[in-house]
């Protein structure tokens, strides 16, 4: 798990996670594993899975974006962390953060 771990954190550095419509097969296989492996990975080391892993980091990206680049459009934000349909972003915002995009921005 140790080198299955290395290569993650590689993957979540260089932000694949962002890439729009990715699956856990192309994860995976970008990673240097199988789906199999990697689901075992996210059960026992993430406590989640995939998805929902990989939407909470993308909102939770799309929050830092919000307060280092203030000017910059919501909708641009949400397709920079990988949500090619607007109203998705505003609805996963709203569930992990409990406020929509426009409101969490403002209260910043």
């Given amino acids: 798990m140790e080198s299955l771990d290395t290569a993650f954190q590689d993957w979540v550095e260089r932000k694949c996670y962002r890439i729009p419509h990715r699956n856990i097969e192309e994860a995976a296989e970008s990673i240097g594993t199988d789906k199999a492996t990697l689901n075992i990975y996210f059960r026992e080391i993430k406590q989640c899975d995939f998805r929902s892993w990989?939407?909470?980091?993308?909102?939770?990206?799309?929050?830092?974006?919000?307060?280092?680049?203030?000017?910059?459009?919501?909708?641009?934000?949400?397709?920079?962390?990988?949500?090619?349909?607007?109203?998705?972003?505003?609805?996963?915002?709203?569930?992990?953060?409990?406020?929509?995009?426009?409101?969490w921005k403002l209260s910043l």
């Fill in 54 to 103: 990989r939407t909470r980091r993308r909102i939770m990206d799309a929050m830092e974006i919000m307060k280092e680049e203030p000017l910059t459009p919501i909708s641009v934000i949400g397709e920079r962390v990988g949500f090619s349909d607007r109203s998705n972003f505003s609805r996963q915002f709203r569930k992990i953060s409990g406020l929509t995009p426009t409101d």
